[in-house]
């Protein structure tokens, strides 16, 4: 089945223990990106990826990491949690950059530092 | 910068009526326009898409919605609403050779019997 897998799903942590937050994807896509979905915010971007090896600074990067050895996976890293990032993130991806591809979107990963 | 406004947090409609949840973008040159929904615990799902052509886009699960360059609009309408529609509905768009897609804020539709 062709799908988006982030994991965990859920995550409790404390302020400043280093975490990471898997996401891999089976449909051979270029493209990658991580979202955070706040209550009246909507979806704001964090990082994007458009191939291995490239990532760019969305919206919202500040206190994130990426990386993109692989095709298919594309963790997001945060060294130093703090609890304004408490957040419900998606990770997403595309065939391409997305001008005609839809993102498939993960089922998320609920975050919260205390 | 691009933008995408959704200015309604919840649409309430009975099943079998007509429904519609509002979307008005703003964005340099040519839009992509999208329509996402979201079920409770699940990551978005693609509904559909409008990139050029026939301003009336058909979708998955019986939705349309209707691009109006002139108003800067892209309303996702369903003409009989039904109970396992109640979810919530993201508008977003890119411009012409961005790398960026807007989401809006997102919109609670509320479909009861």
């Known amino acids: 089945e062709a799908q988006v897998t982030q994991n965990p799903r859920y995550l409790i942590t404390v302020t400043g223990k280093k975490l990471t937050v898997t996401c891999s994807q089976n449909?051979?896509?270029?493209?990658m990106s991580w979202y955070r979905q706040d209550p009246g915010l909507g979806l704001r971007q964090i990082y994007y990826?458009?191939?291995?090896?490239?990532?760019d600074k969305g919206d919202v990067p500040e206190g994130y990491k990426v990386s993109r050895k692989e095709k298919r996976n594309f963790p997001l890293i945060l060294e130093s949690p703090s609890p304004n990032q408490t957040s419900l993130y998606f990770c997403?991806?595309?065939?391409?950059?997305?001008?005609?591809?839809?993102?498939?979107f993960g089922n998320g990963t609920r975050l919260t530092v205390t | 910068a691009q933008s995408v406004a959704q200015p309604e947090d919840q649409v309430n409609v009975a099943e079998g009526n007509p429904l519609t949840v509002k979307c008005t973008y703003s964005?340099?040159?040519?839009?992509?326009l999208f329509w996402y929904v979201q079920y409770p615990n699940r990551g978005l799902q693609f509904l559909l898409k409008?990139?050029?052509?026939?301003?009336l886009v058909k979708g998955s699960y019986g939705f349309e919605a209707e691009f109006n360059k002139s108003q800067t609009s892209f309303h996702l309408k369903k003409p009989s609403a039904l109970v396992s529609d109640s979810a919530l509905y993201f508008c977003?768009?890119?411009?012409?050779?961005?790398?960026?897609?807007?989401f809006g804020t997102g919109t609670q539709l509320k479909v009861e019997l």
């Open positions: 409008y990139i050029t052509g026939d301003n």
């Open positions: 997403a991806s595309s065939l391409d950059r997305g001008d005609n591809s839809p993102l498939h």
């Open positions: 964005v340099s040159g040519n839009p992509y």
């Open positions: 977003a768009v890119r411009g012409l050779g961005g790398n960026k897609l807007t």
């Open positions: 990826s458009m191939n291995v090896e490239v990532t």
């Open positions: 449909m051979n896509h270029e493209y």
